[in-house]
T-cell receptor, first 113, second 115 residues
């Protein structure tokens, strides 16, 4: 069990640029979640996959955000035309099935200059 | 709508004291799950415990214990004989079986253990 892996750990970019983050869940976990955490707050749900199907998206996920999980394995989260307000920690979590706890990766910290 | 309230923003105690972190939740579902996560300064979220809505038994794990009371919609967390390594932000979270179990987190309690 190697845990949830996220890359990169840190991303610094200029406003208006596109960024992409990757999440590798625990291998047998079919549920994958993305959350965003800003300073002093708890994580907020962004989107959820069961296998390769994206089943729910939060209102926080504007049309500049897109997430994929091809073949139900790793997932990517892309932010287009980044804005200052996108600066946050982006967390990925996976779980085995309904009712089981979600295990989190170390997150990707995004800073917009 | 689901909601989690952690009224204590910051708590400081001297090492070896006991400390209780409060969590109050709101949900309309009858099947739901409650969690506690620890976020140390390094940033990763560490899973501590999960309880389902049908199991109100309190749980003890070493120095940690949890008190789940449906009558007051509370799921409190007690650390006995606190240690410096317990210093972290602690989050209470709720998920509803009817909503694909996405987690709703409280705003967290920052716990500082003073040596």
């Amino acid at each position: 069990d190697t845990g949830v892996s996220q890359n990169p750990r840190h991303k610094i970019t200029k406003r208006g640029q596109n960024v992409t983050f990757r999440c590798d869940p625990i291998s047998e976990h079919n549920r994958l979640y993305w959350y965003r955490q800003t300073l002093g707050q708890g994580p907020e749900f962004l989107t959820y996959f069961q296998n390769e199907a994206q089943l729910e998206k939060s209102r926080l996920l504007s049309d500049r955000f897109s997430a994929e999980r091809p073949k139900g394995s790793f997932s990517t989260l892309e932010i287009q035309r980044t804005e200052q307000g996108d600066s946050a920690m982006y967390l990925c979590a996976s779980s085995l099935y309904q009712g089981r706890p979600q295990h989190f990766g170390d997150g990707t910290r995004l800073s917009i200059l | 709508a689901q909601k989690v309230t952690q009224a204590q923003t910051e708590i400081s105690v001297v090492e070896k004291e006991d400390v209780t972190l409060d969590c109050v939740y709101e949900t309309r579902d009858t099947t739901y799950y409650l969690f506690w996560y620890k976020q140390p300064p390094s940033g990763e979220l560490v899973f501590l415990i999960r309880r389902n809505s049908f199991d109100e038994q309190n749980e003890i794990s070493g120095r940690y214990s949890w008190n789940f009371q449906k009558s007051t919609s509370s799921f409190n967390f007690t650390i006995t004989a606190s240690q410096v390594v317990d210093s972290a932000v602690y989050f209470c979270a709720l998920s509803e079986a009817s909503r694909d179990e996405k987690l709703t987190f409280g705003t967290g309690t920052r716990l500082t253990i003073i040596p």
